[in-house]
């Protein structure tokens, strides 16, 4: 087990509503990255924050946006959701603004309908 | 632009035998190669990575090769066990990066009797 854990493990919502995705870094680490993991791909890196900023950012539109809390949690928040959003999303936690090995939480499913 | 090719797509391998999974990557600012295993409704685990710094490392049953001319890594799984089955991701990152990372597609592996 890496520490890091996601809620929900599972979500079902409907095309056009929003959606809040949470993870907790493992103790010691203060930088949590996001990817995306559709069904039988390998994991798209979607953001990273950093002391509670954007540190990178991948090809992913603005309706996917995030938060990191001064205890270094975070949050994901996808708004107007589509049915390719279905997917593993997983949390990634890191040291030294990223600069480290990531280690992975067990990710939500996400089912948009 | 798929920038880590990764193959075979899917590996059967025997008990004890020598399972090897190969990644070509395109982007030379890369200089971090780690590989993740993942289990079925988990999350990624890290197994071991290396920099291009070295030509092989070697952690337990897992070593992994690197051709930094060719651009291209490998996972090679010695004395394969049923336990090892499951989904291996190589990726990448650049200095300072290290958790930004861009995955390979995957190769699932079937260690049988």
């Known amino acids: 087990e890496t520490g890091v854990t996601q809620s929900p493990t599972h979500l079902i919502k409907t095309r056009g509503q929003q959606v809040t995705l949470r993870c907790s870094s493992q103790?010691?680490?203060?930088?949590v990255s996001w990817y995306q993991q559709a069904l039988g791909q390998g994991p798209q890196f979607i953001f990273q924050?950093?002391?509670?900023?954007?540190?990178g950012r991948g090809n992913f539109p603005p309706r996917f946006s995030g938060l990191q809390f001064p205890n270094y949690s975070s949050e994901l928040n996808v708004n107007a959701l589509e049915l390719d959003d279905s997917a593993l999303y997983l949390c990634?936690?890191?040291?030294?603004?990223?600069?480290?090995?990531?280690?992975f939480g067990q990710g939500t499913r996400l089912t948009v309908v | 632009q798929q920038q880590v090719k990764q193959s075979p797509q899917s590996l059967i391998v025997q008990k004890g035998g020598i399972s090897i999974i190969n990644c070509a990557y395109e982007?030379?600012?890369?200089?971090?190669f780690p590989w993740y295993q993942q289990f079925p409704g988990k999350g990624p685990a890290l197994l071991i990575a290396?920099?291009?710094?070295?030509s092989e490392k070697k952690e337990g049953r897992f070593t992994i090769s690197f051709n930094k001319s060719a651009k291209q890594f490998s996972l090679h799984i010695m004395d394969s066990q049923p336990g090892d089955s499951a989904t291996y991701f190589c990726?990448?990152?650049?200095?300072?990066?290290?958790?930004?990372?861009?995955f390979g597609t995957g190769t699932r592996l079937q260690v049988t009797l």
């Open positions: 990726a990448a990152s650049s200095t300072g990066t290290a958790s930004k990372l861009t």
């Open positions: 103790s010691g680490h203060n930088t």
């Open positions: 982007n030379t600012a890369f200089d971090y």
């Open positions: 924050y950093y002391r509670e900023e954007e540190n």
């Open positions: 290396i920099r291009p710094d070295v």
């Open positions: 990634a936690s890191s040291d030294q603004g990223g600069n480290t090995e990531a280690f």
